[in-house]
Every structure is written in C-alpha cells, then in structure tokens.
C-alpha cells in the first residue's frame, strides 16, 4: 500500500512498513495496562472511588549496544 500510494522504492516501503510495526508492538507490550490504570485514577480522584488494587505490570528491560558496523537494540520482556 504505501508503495502504490506514495510511489516509494520497495525498500522504503517495507522500511515505512517495518518501522510502523515495530512501533505498535512496543506500544502494545509496554502499555497493556495503562488504560485501566488512568480509569482507576480518574474514579479515586473525580468520583471519590476506592482505589482498587492493579497488578504491576512486569519489569522491562531496554539495551542499546554500538558497534563499529552499526547499532543494536534488544528489548527483554
């Protein structure tokens, strides 16, 4: 699609694509709970609401590594 819409190279538009993906997986594992975090906010403070208790979500680790032939990035869920 972006191919045909933008007139791109292949390599562009598998990059657009690529990259667009890999940006909605990140949003999706770091953030699985946060809506319902800023509802049970949103109810304690402005509806006077007992808080209720949410589990933590698990600890997730970012590494960058630089080397003579590029950049790596490793994500540990």
């Known amino acids: 699609m972006t191919k045909a ?3 791109q ?3 562009k538009a598998f990059l ?3 990259t667009g993906e890999a940006v909605s997986l990140v949003n999706i594992f770091t953030q ?3 809506a319902s975090r800023d509802l049970n906010d949103y109810e304690t403070k402005f509806l006077k609401k007992k808080r ?3 589990p933590e979500g698990p600890e997730h680790k970012w590494t960058l ?3 003579p032939a ?3 990035f ?3 869920f």
Do not use: M, N, Q
């Open 5 to 7: 819409a933008f007139r």
């Open 9 to 11: 190279s292949w390599g």
């Open 16 to 18: 657009a694509f690529a």
């Open 32 to 34: 699985p709970t946060r």
């Open 52 to 54: 209720t208790s949410l």
């Open 65 to 67: 590594g630089v080397w």
């Open 70 to 72: 590029g950049v790596t």
């Open 74 to 76: 490793t994500y540990e």
